[in-house]
């Protein structure tokens, strides 16, 4: 059953498995304590300190292993906010980070700070100007990913990382998804990852901060990791993270071409099999292993559940997939559509035959979906058309507020409206987008006793 989902979680590497195993005999002691036992661990432990900073392009004292990538994250924006409290308490991240970014950005907002979101243009990369634009002199922190972990785009670290210094003001970047692809452009103060991305065991984050950069530590003291990671290190766990993050870097130049090939191949002809699609994501400065495309008229579960079936695991960021029914804040930030989202990403090793079995597959999913939704092949016009409907999607949820504005668009002469009632949040997303997709006019949101009520205007 081919596996589509490596930026949730890549495949445990080989290297990490047989790393692994050969330190579970010798990694197991106290790596703090002087006899030969604990001498053996804490050479195993400075040996995948210094492989793993190779890799990230630091000084193996400037790194510390956490317990989780999202760890790395918590524990980089707290400790640089605190260390740098008397600049001030601005916070500045893009509108498409990871939850993990966000969550400690609407915790430290909770705590009396302040964050500015920079917005991203519709393939997701944050514009320099306006990044650069949203730095105060009380500024204490900046974060931007190096590259999207929904849609692929590579942020411009390297340019933003530029007006960061000038501004004396330290950046993270969060490197969950690009660092087994290869180094991360420089300027950075702080760099946090996650060993499950690359094929490493979970449990296993990483944290840079440069020398110079002011840290404090939030919470408890520890001696270990520098006081940045509480608690015993899991020494066999960080062997295999270190020793598969080489391995696939070792690779990475020739496999990343191999894996662009086959996600261009998704990329072009997705929309050529499969009618209504929108590709999303830069179609240049992306990772070579991640494509994402939304289909109108498809629920996002239902053709996650049919995919599965079919033999193939990919990942959404649907509001249909969601617990809270809201669209993905990567998707609802770049404007585009959210319903029937597919997100593949290919781990590697990915035979094309996989890719091409799964082309096939996919057009007779989407319409074998679409058709149980009662999604429209196209709008037909009644025979008397009216000036304006009203259509009572209230209680229903993605994509049928969009289905049953596609059913009547054609009902309404050029120029009238047709006004959706919904009560979903994903309307406000989707209904825009299917505007955009085909051609009509959005007028825009007005208040409704119940839910909200969207205004499109046909044009053709």
Known sequence: MPYFDAASAAPLHPVARQALLAALDEGWADPARLYREGRRARLLLDAAREAAAEAVGCRPDELSFTSSGTRAVHSGISGALAGRRRVGRHLVVSAVEHSSVLHSAADHESRGGSVTEVPVDRSGAVGPAAYGAALREDTALACLQSANHEVGTEQPVAEVAGL???????????????????????????????????????????????????????????????????????????????????????????????????????????????????????????????????????????????????GFSVSSGSSCTSSTLTPSHVLKAMGVLSEGNVRVSLPAGTAEEDVDRFLDVLPAVVAGVREKLGAPAAAVPSPAPAASLVVDALGRRCPIPVIELAKVIGGVPVGGTVTVLSDDEAARLDIPAWCAMREQEYVGEEPADRGSAYVVRRLS
């Open 164 to 310: 960061c210094r000038e501004a004396g003001v330290p950046l993270l970047v969060d490197a969950a998804q690009s660092l087994g692809q290869g180094p991360v452009p420089g300027g950075w103060s702080l760099l946090a990852a996650s060993a499950h991305k690359w094929g490493g065991p979970a449990g296993v984050g990483l944290l840079a901060v440069r020398k110079g950069v002011r840290f404090a530590v939030r919470g408890p003291a520890d001696e270990r990791e520098s006081g940045r990671a509480a608690g015993f290190e899991n020494i066999p766990a960080i062997v295999a993270a270190a020793a598969s993050l080489r391995a696939v870097r070792a690779e990475a130049a020739a496999e990343s071409v191999r894996l662009r090939a086959l996600v261009e191949r998704i990329r072009s002809r997705v929309p050529a099999l499969v009618p209504d699609v929108e590709v999303v994501g830069d179609p240049v400065r992306r990772l070579p292993h991640l494509v994402t495309f939304s289909c109108l008229y498809v629920d996002g579960e239902t053709l996650l559940h049919e995919l599965d079936r079919a």
